[in-house]
Antibody, heavy 122, light 111 residues
Framework: QLQLQESGPGLVKPSETLSLTCTVSGGSISNSRYFWGWIRQPPGKGLEWIGSFYYSGGTYYNLSLKSRVTISVDTSKNQVSLKVRSVTAADTAFYYC??????????????WGQGTLVTVSS | QSVLTQPPSVTGAPGQRVTISCTGSSSNIGAGHDVHWYKQLPGTAPKLLIYGNHNRPSGVPDRFSGSKSGTSVSLAITGLQAEDEADYYCQSYDSSLDSYVFGTGTKVTVL
């Protein structure tokens, strides 16, 4: 059974870089059938797609965040990482990683990790 | 700034049928991109409920059904149960934004 687990600091200072890791178990991130995505949700608000990684095709980002976001992978550890630079309070959110199933333009997210709350505050 | 609009809340009594609409535009639902639905219980991650407009993953009760018409899609819950009380989100792809987009979310309350 595929499982995803996010990890990283729960508190980041304004203007610094938010760094999170998603560890995948029960499946390989190198599997060319799937993309791997990051989604965030400010407390009490809706969901926002951040970006995705495809082992055979690279990375794709939400244009509203593209200038500050980098998604990378470590295949030896079966991990997908997220970095968000120059954070502000608006980046405070629950961050989820999820497997993307389907094909470009049709992807849905399943399953999701449990999520991790990142608070941006000095 | 969600591009898919849902009603903020829907309420029903146990056993009743409720529907949640998800309205988009010509660059997402109207362009033919499929819609998927997620259920989010308080304090937990979203969970896939419907994919490809009307398909249920294994384990999802047939009380949940999805439909699509033009630029709108709907999620119906029949035989409403207390465990259905949650937030529900639709999701699709927007070709103008070149982005996966989510709905504004709907809170379902069971009386």
């Amino acid at each position: 059974q595929l499982q995803l687990q996010e990890s990283g600091p729960g508190l980041v200072k304004p203007s610094e870089t938010l760094s999170l890791t998603c560890t995948v178990s029960g499946g390989s991130i190198s599997n060319s059938r799937y993309f791997w995505g990051w989604i965030r949700q400010p407390p009490g608000k809706g969901l926002e797609w951040i970006g995705s990684f495809y082992y055979s095709g690279g990375t794709y980002y939400n244009l509203s965040l593209k200038s500050r976001v980098t998604i990378s992978v470590d295949t030896s550890k079966n991990q997908v990482s997220l970095k968000v630079r120059s954070v502000t309070a608006a980046d405070t959110a629950f961050y989820y990683c999820a497997r993307q199933v389907g094909h470009p333009g049709f992807h849905y997210f399943d399953p999701w990790g449990q999520g991790t709350l990142v608070t941006v505050s000095s | 700034q969600s591009v898919l609009t849902q009603p903020p809340s829907v309420t029903g009594a146990p056993g009743q049928r409720v529907t949640i609409s998800c309205t988009g535009s010509s660059s997402n639902i109207g362009a033919g991109h499929d819609v998927h639905w997620y259920k989010q219980l308080p304090g937990t991650a979203p969970k896939l409920l419907i994919y490809g407009n009307h398909n249920r993953p294994s384990g999802v009760p047939d009380r949940f059904s999805g439909s699509k018409s033009g630029t709108s899609v709907s999620l119906a819950i029949t035989g409403l149960q207390a465990e259905d009380e949650a937030d529900y989100y639709c999701q699709s792809y927007d070709s103008s934004l070149d982005s996966y987009v989510f709905g504004t979310g709907t809170k379902v309350t069971v009386l």
